[in-house]
């Protein structure tokens, strides 16, 4: 089991940055693929962001490439995803996700999901 505790969200304007940060339970950390998705008002959850277990590999939705960078602490369970440039279309409520398996972009394919963390970018 793995428990996933997101912060970080908030409100900023439009071009502002923003850190999100995600602690994660248990001791095996490091064997889990770590993602990022977001789910604005009457839309469906997105993928934003995802991080291998073992290499490091860093995927990204084609919206924030170059804007957002997700990494990980394995000696703190955690993982980050830092947001520059944000726009007003980037607010939603983000969620931290792991799977035990290879990292993935489908939102059914992950085991954890924390509660999320509200973002709201200002026009």
């Known amino acids: 089991q793995v428990q996933l505790v997101e912060s970080g969200g908030g409100l900023v304007p439009t071009g502002g940055s923003l850190t999100l940060s995600c602690a994660a339970s248990?001791?095996?950390?490091?064997?889990?693929?770590m993602g990022w998705f977001r789910q604005a008002p009457g839309k469906e959850r997105e993928f934003v962001a995802a991080?291998?277990?073992?290499?490091?590999?860093?995927y990204y939705v084609d919206s924030v490439k170059g804007r957002f960078t997700i990494s990980r602490d394995n000696a703190k369970n955690s993982v980050y995803l830092q947001m520059s440039r944000l726009k007003p279309e980037d607010t939603a409520v983000y969620y931290c996700?792991?799977?035990?398996?290879?990292?993935?972009?489908?939102?059914?394919?992950?085991?954890?999901w924390g509660q999320g963390t509200q973002v709201t970018v200002s026009s």
């Open positions: 996700t792991a799977r035990s398996g290879p990292v993935s972009t489908n939102v059914g394919n992950y085991d954890y």
């Open positions: 991080i291998s277990r073992i290499s490091g590999g860093t």
């Open positions: 248990g001791r095996t950390f490091s064997s889990y693929s």
